[in-house]
């Protein structure tokens, strides 16, 4: 049996999301004789491309309907279920595939659905529909899986954790490199990200740090900063649109922290790259971030201030930082790709072991 790799979906300014698809692409690529559907960004993905999608239904398309295009477009495809095996790195299926594997990173939307109202919709009415068809679902985290479980009502022992990874040959610290006084926030798009709090407790560092906001733009951006003004915060709080790889590296490596203070999350990939870079990280206390992170970062409560001052008292303190170290480095070694890799390849053969593979 043939694998297919869905990466339809994957747009020109990948995220979390997208970033996830390219090396799970690429490494079941290596693995196994894989068949690809394209996205509208192919130049880093490895493999034979069958079926091309349009740039239409990509992640980040400005096509008006794009997610109305996405699923028709989708609803066309089919392969036969007694040679092909369809594995989507994310929750973007095929209508009428009953042979396949999707992604499910995170129910963020179902949390939240004033933010995400077609996904919304989406995971709601039709992300169930779609679940029947599929033999495994795979997710991000242990935490994403049981909620995954119990929202679905999808047997927990075919749910399996396939997590993300940090590239340390990609982020990276440089030695004795100078801190400098910013506090950066990345991926602040939507609400969830929770970069209000942050702003409501300016009290505790605006008299140290200035804070780059990045990645953030519509209306969240528009409702920042007007507490940007009512805060008094002027010219210490710096909102950027999206950031390349190479200036999110720069950033990670000359901030004194990355402040994540999300109110929900699937896994959390900017905690981990920032680490990977040598940054000091401030973290939401949500299940997620005890599961992924550990104790490799300072935790705040959401909602109480005590905790923000408690926070930047300690991102002052050498000692509980240095203390960190090893924690740091047991987290980056279990969340790498080569772990997610083979993690990956070992359940796609439990659940089909007469997929052939790739003898290059």
Known sequence: MKIVLNMSVLGKNPTGLGVYSQHTCNRVSSYFNAKIIGGSKNENIKGEIIIQAPESISLGSKSTFATLRRLLWLSKIKFNTHQYLVYSP????LTNQKNQIITIHDLICIHHKKQHRFQYLYFKYYLPYL???CRAIFTVSQTSKEEIANYYKFPLEKIFVIPNGVDRAVYTSVPNRKKENFLLM???RYPHKNVED???NSAYWKDQYTLIVASCSESY???LEEIVISEKLGNQVIFKDYLSQTELINLYQTCSALVYPSKWEGFGIPPLEAL???ANVIASDIPVHREVLGDAVTYIEI???E????AFEDLENNTIQNSKALEIERVLKKYSWDQAADKLKDVLISLEPTLELNIK
């Open 198 to 200: 942050v702003l409501r």
């Open 131 to 133: 679940i029947r068809k």
């Open 90 to 93: 994310t929750h973007h299926g």
């Open 186 to 188: 990345v991926g602040a």
């Open 221 to 223: 951006k528009r409702e």
């Open 303 to 305: 909602g109480k201030k």
């Open 307 to 310: 905790s923000w001052k408690k």
């Open 276 to 278: 990977a870079c040598g």
